[in-house]
């Protein structure tokens, strides 16, 4: 938890699941957790998310399959399963509307949260709820979430993505 003399203030949160697809893949089967995922293929022929461990090996969203391959012959590849990445993603938003009903979902894994004059309500300041927020989401929906606090939406959006995996800055 790291401090800052504005960090009391700050309620526009960004959060981001880490690798959202491959991170819910490897959940659900242990066994990869220390293999490179990539969850792609279909249709496009893209990489459509990819562990941290892929991305070791130079793998990136977006990037045609054959690519990835190349670079990560060892990779375990796995179709999306969108209904299933739906679900966890409705868990996760049913908790950031727990905590205010000024919740704006981006995608599936992302979303702004305004968590202005909530600090009465939770008793703590919003850096806190964040803090814990996280770690409900890891405990009990079993994936990563990085989060960004910032005094607007767009400082939010990119703190989120400065530190990941489980960054909240
Ligand atoms: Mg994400």
Redesign the pocket.
């Known amino acids: 938890m790291l401090s800052h003399p504005e960090l009391g203030r700050l309620a526009v949160a960004h959060l981001?699941?880490?690798?959202?697809y491959a991170s819910v893949e490897k959940r659900d089967r242990p066994e990869l957790r220390d293999l490179p995922v990539i969850v792609g293929g279909g249709v496009r022929g893209v990489v459509t998310?990819c562990c941290y461990i892929a991305r070791i090996f130079g793998v990136r969203s977006a990037m045609p399959m054959f690519k990835a391959r190349r670079l990560c012959p060892g990779a375990v590849i796995m179709k999306p399963d969108f209904a299933k990445y739906r679900v966890e993603s409705r868990r996760i938003m049913a908790k950031l509307r727990a905590l205010t009903p000024l919740v704006q979902p981006l995608?599936l894994?992302?979303a702004w949260l305004d968590l202005s004059g909530t600090e009465r309500l939770h008793g703590a300041v919003p850096a806190a709820i964040l803090a814990r927020l996280q770690a409900e989401i890891e405990a009990e929906i079993g994936i990563t979430v990085?989060v960004g606090l910032a005094p607007n939406k767009f400082l939010a959006k990119i703190a989120s993505d400065l530190d990941k995996p489980r960054a909240l800055r």
């Open positions: 981001d699941c880490d690798a959202f998310t995608s894994d992302e990085s």
